[in-house]
């Protein structure tokens, strides 16, 4: 987390962490849903969310439909981890979607939000209903990178 001896306007915020984690820093969504997926036993995944669990399938699959289908190959070398996490934001005003990530390319965050939304079809994996104050907390405590 940046530490900070005075308040950093926005624009000195986006110099010290990077244009593309914007999204991160400014939007505070309305639903959340928290991802940890283990790649070992994807069935075991479990999700910290405040919307409701028979819609998640819906939402992870709305994610997808309106935010990563056609958008071309991503060529970064995904991160080898035991674990991912991947955080998905609405913003219900606007509806408007914000991701955050630990991948490392945006065909593996796809892809396994396509497995995520598979396996809560099939009823596998634990969800745990969050408060406003610890989805937002979830929110910005989640993985760094924005995509």
Not at 48 to 70: F, M, R, S
Not at 123 to 128: L, M
Request: negative net charge.
């Amino acid at each position: 987390m940046l530490k900070r001896s005075r308040h950093l306007s926005k624009m000195e915020l986006l110099i010290d962490f990077g244009i593309k984690n914007w999204v991160g820093l400014t939007m505070i969504p309305d639903i959340v849903i928290d991802i940890h997926y283990p790649v070992s036993t994807p069935e075991e995944m479990h999700i910290h969310t405040n919307a409701k669990p028979e819609v998640l399938a819906e939402l992870v699959g709305t994610y997808i439909q309106d935010c990563c289908i056609g958008r071309g190959v991503d060529e970064s070398a995904p991160n080898e981890l035991d674990e991912y996490r991947i955080t998905i934001g609405l913003e219900l005003a606007d509806d408007s979607w914000g991701l955050k990530s630990n991948t490392g390319n945006k065909g593996l965050t796809t892809g396994i939000l396509m497995s995520v939304m598979k396996l809560l079809d099939q009823g596998k994996g634990t969800i745990n209903g969050s408060g406003r104050r610890q989805i937002d907390d979830i929110w910005r405590q989640s993985a760094v990178d924005v995509e």
